[in-house]
């Protein structure tokens, strides 16, 4: 078994959906069964099950850290990739999404030969919002908010 995780996009806004395409496969010389794909809901996000495959475990909105499974079944050794969905709902103030999957099998047919290409991780960063700014007074609240979020990211790194 074979699988490779990207994001459908380079960054992510906060706010925004992000959404992740699972390529998987089984390359080996024999048909694999019970085959599993586990993802777990990265930090600072929550599951979007309007934007992912149909089939996961996870409710829509389930926090991070929660583990989400989506059954396979039975997947023939013909190498052919096959392509699901995984998407969250990334929290304001994440500056970075780190994303990991794991496939595996019941093991009914042995174990597999090259566990390598069992995993994948992939990382996404967030982009700030910008809001446009059309007055004095709305750029002085602009950056007075700016200034304590840098503030309390400096407390954080102390």
């Given at each position: 078994l074979?699988?490779?995780?990207?994001a459908?996009?380079g960054?992510v806004t906060?706010g925004?959906v992000?959404?992740f395409q699972?390529?998987?496969?089984?390359?080996?010389?024999q048909?694999?069964t019970?085959?599993v794909?586990?993802?777990t809901?990265?930090a600072?996000?929550?599951?979007?099950?309007a934007?992912?495959?149909?089939?996961?475990?996870?409710?829509?909105g389930?926090?991070?850290?929660?583990?989400?499974?989506?059954?396979?079944g039975?997947?023939?050794a013909?190498?052919?990739?096959?392509s699901?969905?995984?998407?969250?709902?990334?929290?304001?103030?994440?500056?970075t999404?780190?994303?990991?999957?794991h496939?595996?099998?019941d093991?009914?047919n042995?174990?597999?030969?090259t566990p390598?290409?069992?995993?994948?991780?992939?990382?996404?960063?967030a982009?700030?919002v910008w809001?446009p700014v059309?007055?004095a007074w709305?750029?002085?609240l602009?950056?007075?908010g700016?200034a304590?979020?840098a503030?309390?990211?400096?407390r954080?790194?102390?």
């Open positions: 074979a699988i490779q995780k990207r459908r996009a960054f906060p925004a992000l959404v699972l390529d998987y496969r089984n390359i080996g010389n048909d694999a019970g085959v794909i586990t993802e809901v990265p600072g996000t929550t599951f979007d099950l934007g992912s495959t149909a089939g996961w475990t996870c409710a829509d389930a926090a991070e850290g929660t583990t989400c499974e989506f059954a396979v039975p997947l023939a013909d190498g052919v990739v096959h699901i969905e995984f998407a969250v709902l990334v929290a304001a103030g994440v500056g999404v780190h994303n990991h999957v496939i595996g099998d093991g009914s042995g174990p597999d030969p390598d290409n069992n995993d994948s991780d992939v990382s996404v960063s982009r700030p809001v059309d007055s709305a750029l002085i602009l950056s007075l700016l304590m979020l503030w309390r990211q400096r954080r790194l102390v």
